[in-house]
């Protein structure tokens, strides 16, 4: 049995460290071989346009938001790594605008390989994170597996008509970032030794930090479509808006926030797999300037964990919203905006 002290969990990750989840065309290709759902007027939102969670109605007043998430340690602390999975898991309610309500681990463990302590800081960090978030840890399940893998399933509340979807943007919404990005490129760095204790924390703080506060601050603004900012990067989801909502998207690279040392590591080769192949699968859809070269590309195609929210704001409160969320000590930034040019698609520019 290894021992505690002498355990990487990142090396015993065959994914590299990003978390990083299967590319939306490969998911899109399984999901149309599937037999279609039955119809229910209940489903408010199901697979149709690649959102964040599930929402079934059940009543006028009430209802249910689902979602799940795991994926294979991106950090070598337990304690973090447990943190940064709930808080990966729980955003996906924050952003159907949603409140989180109860919760249920799920555990994958080498238990006779490595130190049950290891497993008792991954738990423990969650359940510090789901405390945070104001919801309820009722359960869970774990098998034995060698690669050690954790994350929720995460039940929430919402009205249904405030429900937030990732296919509700207009024309001439402002869009407002709250994280900024980089987090796969750095985890892939911290990975191969790269990063030092401070940029560690930087980076496991960014990842940890829960979007209550940008949900929250949000609710009240007229906000016309939501998703936060994972796997697929943002570009991924910023595509995902845009198809969902039938608009174009303009993205301004030069506004986007971007953690320290990012261009440089990426420049160095620590670009992940997950993040080469979310360019590949966004670059028939996005029209990038030529002055923006291909690291730049890549990291704003960079696969996230636990990213912030991108929102989709009438434009006459984004000034006003993104205030607020910088006042709540969000680091929110206006990014970019939604167009009728190019529906579907998305121009980044300089």
């Known amino acids: 049995m290894e021992s505690w002290e002498n355990v990487r969990l990142t090396s015993l990750s065959s994914k590299g460290g990003c978390g990083c989840k299967i590319g939306p065309a490969d998911l899109m290709q399984v999901i149309r071989e599937l037999p279609p759902s039955v119809p229910d007027p209940n489903l408010l939102v ?5 959102d964040d969670a599930g929402v079934y109605k059940l009543s006028d007043e009430t209802a249910l938001v689902q979602t799940v998430d795991f994926f294979t340690p ?11 999975a709930a808080a990966n898991a729980i955003s996906d309610i924050y952003a159907m605008g949603g409140r989180p309500l ?16 290891i497993l008792a800081e991954i738990l423990r960090g969650a359940s510090d994170k789901v405390r945070e978030a104001g919801a309820v840890l009722v359960g869970g399940h774990s098998i034995d597996d060698k690669e050690p893998k954790f994350g929720l399933a995460v039940t929430g509340l919402v009205h249904p008509d405030k429900v937030r979807t990732n296919a509700g943007a207009r024309p001439g919404d402002r869009l407002i970032l709250t994280k900024p990005i980089g987090v796969g490129i750095l985890t892939t760095s911290l990975k ?8 560690i924390s930087r980076v496991t703080g960014v990842m940890s930090t829960l979007n209550k506060s940008a949900a929250e601050t949000m609710e009240p603004y007229d906000v016309h479509a939501c998703t936060d900012v994972t ?120």
């Open 46 to 50: 199901g697979l149709e346009t690649s």
């Open 74 to 84: 991106i950090v070598d602390d337990p304690y973090s790594f447990g943190q940064i």
């Open 102 to 117: 109860t919760v249920l681990n799920i555990v994958a463990f080498p238990i006779s390989a490595l130190d049950k302590r």
């Open 192 to 199: 191969n030794g790269q990063l030092d204790s401070e940029e």
């Open 231 to 350: 796997g697929f990067g943002l570009i991924g989801h910023a595509l995902e808006m845009a198809k969902g909502s039938g608009a174009g998207i303009r993205l301004h690279a030069g506004r986007v926030p971007v953690l320290p040392r990012v261009r440089e590591l990426a420049e160095k080769g620590f670009v992940p797999g997950g993040t080469k192949n979310n360019f590949r699968h966004v670059s028939d859809s996005v029209d990038f300037p030529e002055s923006l070269d291909e690291i730049g590309r890549y990291i704003l195609c960079d696969a996230v964990t636990s990213g912030g929210l991108l929102i989709s704001a009438q434009p006459e409160q984004a000034a006003e919203l993104l205030e607020k969320l910088r006042a709540a000590g969000v680091d929110a930034h206006m990014i970019g905006e939604v167009t009728a040019d190019h529906p579907g698609r998305i121009a980044v520019l300089d």
